[in-house]
């Protein structure tokens, strides 16, 4: 029951169904007829205006080192345990404060990298860390 020969069913369709492309058109047409006025119309915002001014530079970092014996070093130089407070004072009095690393040994006494400590709190240094290694997994 065929609707019609087979010379009918096997001819190509010669002709561009429009339909489906009129209905993308008009659907496109009026997203753009939305969108368009809202673009034109935005709210006027007076912004404020301000000066720019460059970053500070990072601050220094000091790196205080104790080594097994308790001798101090201060950015890889050795430093006498007189001259530790002076040098602190001096830098804690600096602006910007610069960063004080304290690497103790694991072999050095406890009480050296502790009065180092202490001796960079009485100074006034604000920003002050330990450096250590971590455990291997």
């Known amino acids: 029951m065929a609707f019609g020969t087979q010379d009918e069913i096997d001819d190509v369709m010669n ?11 008009l659907v496109l047409l009026i ?24 970053q500070d530079a990072k ?3 000091i ?6 014996t308790g001798q101090y ?4 130089q050795p430093l006498a345990e007189a001259d530790l407070f002076a040098r602190l004072a001096a830098e804690g009095r ?12 694991k072999e050095a006494r406890y009480d ?3 009065q180092a400590l202490a001796a960079a709190q ?3 240094l604000r920003k002050i860390g330990f450096i250590t290694e971590p455990k291997p997994q």
Do not use: C, Y
């Not at 790196?63 to 097994?68: E, K, T």
């Open 15 to 25: 002709e561009i169904n429009m339909t489906p492309l009129v209905d993308v058109m």
């Open 31 to 54: 997203i753009f007829i939305i969108t368009v006025p809202v673009m034109k119309h935005s709210v006027a915002v007076d912004l404020p205006r301000a000066n720019s001014t460059p």
């Open 59 to 61: 601050p220094d970092s």
């Open 63 to 68: 790196r205080l080192s104790v080594d097994a």
């Open 73 to 76: 070093f201060w950015n890889e």
């Open 94 to 105: 600096r602006e910007p404060q610069p960063e004080l690393h304290i690497r103790g040994d």
């Open 112 to 114: 050296r990298v502790a």
């Open 122 to 124: 009485r100074s006034g």
